[in-house]
């Protein structure tokens, strides 16, 4: 059974950082390609980093790129999102994703929400003074 499941969310100042996990179960991570989304309220759920651990690949929404981080742990089954330089348009629920879809043809719509098959149930993030 895959099960996905986010910590690391809380309140942070503009300029702080967050580290958000993604703890993964029923399958081998290095098989699956993972992505994190994100929903503000009243807006729809974006795509905000994807990877693929077999191949190191990595991809970013161009709202994120330089900001924040991918990686994977594959002894640990965890997908991590390093997030630095946090401003307020980043406050969302944060999502992590997995799908049936190989990492090979899943790269070129990463992006897109119904590509994905299972869904943690999100943490919070809140960027606020």
């Known amino acids: 059974q895959v099960q996905l499941v986010e910590s690391g969310g809380g309140l942070v100042q503009p300029g702080g950082s967050l580290r958000l996990s993604c703890a993964t179960s029923?399958?081998?991570?290095?098989?699956?390609?993972i992505a994190w989304f994100r929903q503000a309220p009243g807006k729809e759920r974006e795509g905000v980093s994807w990877?693929?651990?077999?191949?190191?690949?990595?991809l970013y929404a161009d709202s994120v790129k330089g900001r924040f981080t991918i990686s994977g742990d594959s002894a640990k089954n965890t997908v991590y999102l390093q997030m630095n330089n946090l401003n307020p348009e980043d406050t969302a629920v944060y999502y992590c994703?997995?799908?049936?879809?190989?990492?090979?043809?899943?790269?070129?719509?990463?992006?897109?929400?119904?590509?994905?098959?299972?869904w943690g149930q999100g943490t919070q993030v809140t960027v606020s003074s």
């Open positions: 029923g399958f081998t991570l290095g098989s699956l390609a």
């Open positions: 990877i693929s651990t077999s191949s190191g690949n990595t």
């Open positions: 994703a997995t799908s049936r879809t190989p990492p090979l043809l899943l790269k070129e719509r990463w992006a897109q929400r119904g590509q994905y098959d299972y």
